[in-house]
Every structure is written in C-alpha cells, then in structure tokens.
C-alpha cells in the first residue's frame, strides 16, 4: 500500500487551521450575566437585550431584571424596554454588567388625534377618574389595520405619573397577538409560556378587519397621595419575531377628575364612654400625719374634763387610731407627744407639771392600742412652758389690742427677771380675765402620730411626683394628669409621655388623638396599632377621622367596617363612604348636609344634567361656589359659563389656582399662562 504523505501531510494542516480557528471563535464569545434597574434601583422585568449589529433580541430579563447572555467579548448589547431609553453597552470583556435604563422622554404636547392617522397606534385622551383612594384609567386605542398583521405583538404599558414625586406607578400592561405571531412563539424551541413575563396579559387576535383594531383598556391603581399632580402616560412598542419596529409614547390625561376633593364636612373627636379604659388606682405607700390637742386642769397633770372638747378630741383619736391598726394597708409608725404649760408661776414648776401631764396622757391614749403595734411605734415625747408673747398674740387675735400693749410693756419692763413679771401681771386689774380666759389656751398636749398607708395619690401628689420622676407614674396617675391638664398643649405632652412609658394605653392614644383633632392637625399614625374588631367605637371613628384628612379614602371605610354602621355617626360613615366611592350607599344622607354638597355628590356620580340645574338654582357667592359651577357648566360643554365662572373663583380666591392646574375638570380652562409650565420634554 503506498501512503501519499504530501497529501495527508496537507489535510492535517487543513485541519489543524480548522480547529485553531474553531478555538479562536469560541475563545472570544464569553458568558455576560446582569442585572437590570432604573435610576432609584428598582428591578425592570421584560427588558430586550439585543444584538446591536442586527436588532436581534437575543434574550429578556426576567421578573427580577436579570439577563444571562452568550456576547462576543468585544462586542456590545443594546437593551431596550416599553418606557424606557434605549441603551447600548460595550462589553469589554466584562463578565457581569448591570445596567440602568432611564425613563423615556415624553413628549407632553405631541399627540394630536386624528382619524386619518395609519403609521401611528395613537391611544384616545381621557381623564383620571378617582373614587375613594383608586385612579381609573379608560381610553381606547385605534390600531390601524397597516400597522397589525398576523406576524406582530403589540404592547402597550400604561402608567401614572406622580409628577409631585417624580415617580411612575405602572398599571396592567396590554400585550396584543397576532394569530401567527402566538403560535409561531408556542412551538419555539425551548419556550415555556409560563416563564414568559407577559404570558398573563396576552390577547389573541382572532377576528380581522378592514379598518384596524380597536383595545378597549380600564385600570385602576391605589395612590395614597391624592393631592399631588399626576399625568397618565401610555408607552408602546411593536415587534415581529426579531426586533423592536415601533416605539411610541403619549399622555393621555393631566391633572384628575375629582369634584369630592371640595366636599364639606367637619368632625368633632370622640371621647372614650366605656370607664373599662379607664386605668384603675395604683396603691402607693405615702406617710401620713395626724394631730389632736387637749387641755388639762389648772396646776393639774389631769385632763379637763369640764371642757367638752377633750372627749371629742379623745374619741377622734382614738377611732383614727382604731381604724389604722385595723387597715391591712396602714401601719403606724410615730407618736409624737408635745405637753405645754401656762406661764404663770415657776418656769421650772411648769416645765415639770408639763412632762407629767405627757407621760400621764401618752400612758392613757397608748393604751387603747395592740401591745404588738406599741412595741413597733417611734415614741417620742418632749414638753415645753408657753410664754407671756404667745398671750399677747392671743389677746391681738382677740382684737384686744389696749390689754395686748400693757402686757408687752411689762414683758419689756421685766424681760430680764420673769418671777417679777409673773407678780406684776398679779397686780393688774386685768390679769383675771388672761387668768381665766387666756392661759388656759396655752394648757394642752399636741399629738403627732405619723402612719405609712397604701392609697391613691390625690392631684396635688401626683403633680409633685411628675415634677420629680414623671417615669414612676403609675397608667391611673397618668390618666389624672391627662384628666386635669391646663389646655390643649399640656394634654398633649402628658398623653405622647404616657404612650412612651406604657405603649398600649389606649385612653391615652385615644386623648391624644382626640387633641390632635381638635387642634386640626390628626394623625392616623397614633391610632394605628389600637384598631381592631375589639377596638372602642370612640377609638375607630377618630381614627376615621385621621384618615380622612390624610385622603386615605378606603383605608377610613376598612376603619368604619370593624363596628355595627348603627354604632358609628351617621354623618361621620355617610362622608367615608362617599370618599371611598360608594356614592350611591351615601348620596342621600351627604346631599342633606348641604345644598353645595349635593352639587359636588351629582358630579362625582357623573349627573352632570341634575348638577347643572341644582348649581344653577343656587345663590352662588363663594370662591368655592363659583369653582364647583365652572366644573359643572364645563363638562355641560357650557364654555362660557364655565370661563366666568373659573375666573369668578380665582378672583375670590387666588389660592384655587394651585387645584384648578390639576383639576381634569378645570384645566382646559385656564389660559395658558395659569397652567403649569412643561418643558417639552420632560425627564423623569
């Protein structure tokens, strides 16, 4: 056999060629992967990635905005989405490459609709409706029968414009089939409907037609901030199998159409009924003190027993005492004991005389008590001679100031020798009367006794402690401060303290709730955690109340639906359910309120004839009269009326102006110098 080696010598070269050139592709095609966001960081499902060189899509991110793609290492990937700028990226030999698409420029002024229109897809212009805290979005969009065949997809992704905020809330897309498209699609090698992010959205067209198709579209979306300026948008695109052939934006409507934002009403704050919320006393030991005084016979350690007081004085003392030692919340702790003399005589007589009389009265009145209560009592006793100065403050008291001067006199006279004192007032004519009427007021023994008690504090204690250490305040001491507050601001500050300390006091949330309302600044913050099926009537309708002045429409009817409607106000639930929407539920006991409001019902309800006529039979005079007529007499296609009527309103009130530029009803009114300013085109 002969081998020719200049012939196989030539194909291992061919071959080896092959293979480095093999090698060579494969060496320069690497694996990108990605994540998709928008400016603020947020995912975008659905995005395009495709090759640049040809606009084949290559692949589309999924739910989370991630793309996984096989890319030649120098080259590039151009990444396009409904509503968003295109952008094309250079690879560069990097392996992970995120990306951040930015909104789509819109054109504000752009759209003008036509009937003529065959190379546009051009979406009706329409207004945000609102009922309760939901936008509604309707419009209808013409798709010419040039544009749509068999082989293409039409998507359509509408949205809201928080132009306030800068933000876009995205509604339920649109994704329109051609038959061939769909099906063509489905038998896709490797292609699970279920993955695809849009599978759910999908319609088929199934039907032709000689002038085009017309989608029917409605949404609606929560907005919490209702006073804001919002714009609906509609972004679309249009594909075959392989690339993106048409790309569109429009707005569709400014401003929403809410004629309740001028309804009328006002509510009083609901105080708590059931005393179940009201906190119980907290016992606290306090000291606490007693006095008794009693008189004795003249030179005498035995009481008086002429003297009717002392068994007063006596039985007094001694059932305090009693009741004490029998209080399983008390315990005596002292027993003080003073014994004054008179001062006339020998000081050292009197002095000795008043300690009897001590020892003689703290045996009598110790000895009603328990031996075991003596045993644990403080006792202390001391004794003391009165002198003549406290006779002549008792002869002034007495207004007998001619007697009070002759005896100061002879205190002066004899300071210094009191012996000679006590002879010279002997000698005076008037010492009888000292002698009789007089000293013997100075004659007693004083009682002190000092017991612990567990009790409620009164007012005054509880203000001192709160001076001291507000944190040791008890949930009832709280409720007295709150209670007794001086005005509205000192309420407020004891009931934000008190939440502080104990977290579910309800009087406490539900007092400074109520404060909060009457100062006309509620806040549904304060509230929040308390509502519950459980939670008091009172507690639910202020929380209500909150939520209506923060515009948060439906979550003040989901408040009012944990209680029986017969248990809330009547007015109060009427007003929540209109500004939820349920107008039809409210219209009668709203329209009773006020001939104005039964004008603003009419408009909500789309009776624009019946709203008309009402308006037009009413004596207009405010600012918020003539506002409401222009609404009426506008969308009755009145246009003049509705002209004088606007600038009738703006004139008695500027400030409706800021409303009227983002009112749907009012807006095609102003001129255009009143409008809010747009660039023409807008970044977001």
Not at 527 to 532: A, K, Q
Not at 548 to 561: C, F, N, P, W
Request: glycine share 4%; with cysteine; proline share 4%.
């Amino acid at each position: 056999m002969k081998i020719n080696l200049k012939h196989d010598r030539l194909i291992g070269i061919l071959l080896m060629a092959m293979l480095a050139s093999c090698i060579s592709v494969s060496a320069q095609r690497i694996r990108v992967q990605g994540h998709i966001t928008n400016p603020q960081g947020k995912s975008i499902p659905n995005v395009n990635v495709l090759n640049p060189a040809n606009d084949e899509r290559i692949e589309m991110s999924d739910e989370d905005g991630r793309y996984s793609v096989l890319v030649d290492k120098n080259g590039s990937l151009k990444f396009t989405c409904v509503g968003y700028e295109d952008k094309t990226v250079k690879v560069d030999g990097k392996q992970i490459l995120n990306v951040i698409l930015r909104d789509a420029v819109i054109e504000l002024d752009e759209v003008t609709i036509t009937s003529k229109i065959k190379d546009k897809v051009v979406p009706e212009p329409t207004d945000i409706e609102i009922k309760g805290n939901y936008f509604h979005l309707k419009t209808r969009v013409p798709v010419p029968k040039e544009m749509f065949n068999s082989h293409r997809r039409l998507v359509l992704q509408p949205s809201i414009y928080d132009v306030t905020l800068k933000k876009r809330l995205l509604m339920r897309p649109v994704v329109f089939d051609g038959g061939t498209y769909n099906t063509t699609q489905r038998r896709m090698y490797d292609y699970e409907i279920e993955e695809d992010p849009l599978h759910e959205y999908i319609q088929v067209k199934t039907t032709s037609s000689r002038k085009g198709d017309i989608i029917a579209y409605h949404d609606s979306i929560y907005i919490e901030y209702l006073q804001h300026d919002y714009r609906a948008d509609v972004h679309l695109a249009m594909e075959n199998y392989r690339n993106i052939i048409y790309r569109d934006s429009f707005s569709i409507a400014r401003g929403t159409v809410n004629p309740l934002r001028f309804l009328e009403y006002k509510f009083s704050a609901f105080k708590l009924t059931d005393e179940k919320y009201l906190p119980k006393p907290v016992m606290q030991l306090r000291d606490t003190k007693g006095e008794v005084n009693l008189t004795f016979v003249v030179g005498k350690a035995n009481l008086d027993d002429k003297n009717p007081r002392n068994q007063v004085e006596l039985n007094r003392l001694n059932q305090e005492l009693r009741s004490i030692e029998t209080n399983p919340d008390a315990s005596l702790k002292s027993f003080h004991i003073t014994g004054v003399a008179s001062p006339d005589g020998s000081y050292e007589s009197n002095l000795k005389l008043a300690k009897l009389r001590t020892d003689k009265a703290l045996e009598r009145i110790l000895s009603q008590l328990d031996p075991g209560t003596r045993k644990l009592l403080e006792v202390k006793s001391d004794a003391s001679v009165a002198s003549w100065k406290e006779v002549v403050g008792l002869l002034k008291k007495d207004s007998k100031h001619d007697l009070a001067k002759s005896v100061e006199e002879l205190i002066k006279q004899y300071e210094a020798t009191p012996y000679r004192l006590n002879h010279a007032l002997k000698t005076k004519h008037f010492y009888k009367e000292i002698a009789e009427v007089y000293l013997p007021k100075l004659r007693k023994v004083q009682y002190t006794y000092g017991y612990s008690i567990f009790r409620s504090l009164t007012d005054e204690e509880i203000r001192q402690l709160y001076k001291r250490h507000p944190k040791d305040l008890t949930r009832f001491e709280f409720y007295r401060m709150i209670a007794t507050a001086k005005d509205l601001n000192e309420k407020e500050k004891y009931c934000r303290e008190a939440l502080e300390l104990y977290d579910n006091f309800t009087y406490a949330a539900n007092e400074l709730a109520v404060a909060t309302i009457q100062r006309e600044a509620p806040d549904s913050r304060i509230l929040e955690p308390f509502v519950s099926k459980s939670a008091p009537v009172e507690l639910l309708s202020n929380q209500a109340i909150a939520l209506l002045h923060e515009g948060k429409y439906t979550k003040a009817d989901s408040v009012l639906t944990l209680v029986p409607e017969e248990t809330v106000s009547g007015d109060l639930l009427a007003i929540v359910q209109a500004m939820a929407g349920y107008y039809n539920d409210a219209f009668e006991k709203v329209a009773a309120t006020s001939s104005f409001n039964e004008v603003v019902m009419l408009l909500a309800m789309k009776k624009n004839q019946e709203a008309w006529d009402k308006i037009s039979a009413m004596e207009v005079k405010t600012a918020r009269e003539y506002y409401i007529k222009a609404i009426a007499a506008n969308r009755m296609e009145k246009v003049g009326d509705a002209i004088m009527s606007i600038e009738k309103a703006l004139e008695l009130d500027p400030s409706l102006l800021e409303t009227a530029r983002v009112d749907g009803d009012i807006i095609d009114l102003l001129p255009e110098e009143q409008k809010i300013k747009n660039d023409n085109t807008t970044k977001e």
